[in-house]
């Protein structure tokens, strides 16, 4: 054998061992950290998360109901929106919403950016208008200077606004689970009853949809496949945006990631306790009635896919200036 063509033989066993050992047979994939593309965009999209003058009471922003000191969620069966009004459905986490499908229970927006003005239109939420939104911003100079030095240009829009806040959310994924760490061939990274959750996911069919990086986002299934699933909510699923019947009660497969913290679960946030969902998953979806010792072991390994939380200095929002419309608190 000439030395090239052994050269090229030895290469392309690295190759393939290199591809086997990333091509795990898990059903999960890690998470891989967020890299960062543009700073200054970033930074912003974080100071307008915070910013609860993108809402009409002065006093909402995205973090009252994703909050990111508690899994990116309110931990509410609904939320609370304008005017302590009462929300129709469980707020999602934001923490790595970036690998979803589509974003919201029926997935409407196609992408975060698609979602980000949402909220801050909408009279349940924040109630304001994008018109306003954009008014309030463009009335603060040292806003204005920061969407400049971010987009090159200084006539704040929607857009813009919708661009940043997306930016940010793509950075709130949460790695180095004990999970991924033992995916990643740290075997002592879980205990045996964690483990023998982990199969016991696996073997009984939780897999099916609750699979790849985030252990869920990535389809649209029905919630109740061998059992209705009985809700006093009038959430209709997938239907809302297809038209189609057929599609009546699928939803988003919510990611397992950092389940442990974005009780309580179910798009009517009608299960308090993982033990609970777990059940619940067991009996309506896959015909299984777990024992409680199984039950157990199952939470026991979603509390393992608890990631590293995003972490970083609060920010410091800029003050209002004599030409800011002032906040609407009370009233409609
Ligand atoms: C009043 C509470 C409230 C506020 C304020 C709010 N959200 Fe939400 N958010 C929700 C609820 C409830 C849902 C689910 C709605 C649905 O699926 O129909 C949701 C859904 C989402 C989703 C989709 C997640 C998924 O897995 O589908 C993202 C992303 C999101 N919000 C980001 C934001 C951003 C960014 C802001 C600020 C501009 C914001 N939210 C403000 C309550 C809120
Ligand atoms: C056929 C698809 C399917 C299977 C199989 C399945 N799930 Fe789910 N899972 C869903 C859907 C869809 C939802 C969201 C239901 C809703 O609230 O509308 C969900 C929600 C959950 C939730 C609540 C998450 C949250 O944030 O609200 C947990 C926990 C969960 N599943 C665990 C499991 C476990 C454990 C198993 C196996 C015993 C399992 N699932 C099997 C589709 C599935």
Known sequence: MNKLVSLALGAAILLTTSISAQASSEPIEPIVAAKIQ???????????????????SGFISCNSCHNLS?????????????NWQQG?????????????????????????????????????????????????????????????????????DIDKVTTAIAAFEATLVTPDSRFDKWLKGDKKALNNDELAGYKLFKDSGCTACHNGAAVGGNSFQKFGVVEAYKTASTAAGRVAVTGKDADRFYFKVPTLRNVELTYPYFHDGAAATLGEAVDIMGRIQLGKSFSAEENGKIVAFLKTLTGKQPSFQMPILPPSTDKTPRPQPFGK
């Open 88 to 156: 129709p459905i469980n707020s999602p986490t934001v923490l790595n919403s970036s690998m979803n499908i589509a974003q919201f229970w029926d997935g409407r927006a196609k992408d975060l950016k698609a979602q980000a003005g949402g909220p801050i239109a909408n009279p349940g939420e924040m109630a304001s208008n994008h018109q306003l939104a954009v008014e309030v911003l463009q009335s603060i100079p040292a806003y204005v200077i920061e969407f400049k030095a971010a987009f090159g240009s200084d006539k704040i």
């Open 70 to 82: 508690m899994g990116g969620t309110d931990n509410l069966k609904t939320s609370i929106g304008h």
């Open 38 to 56: 543009n700073p200054a965009i970033v930074e912003l999209g974080k100071k307008l998360y915070f910013d609860p003058r993108l809402s009409k």
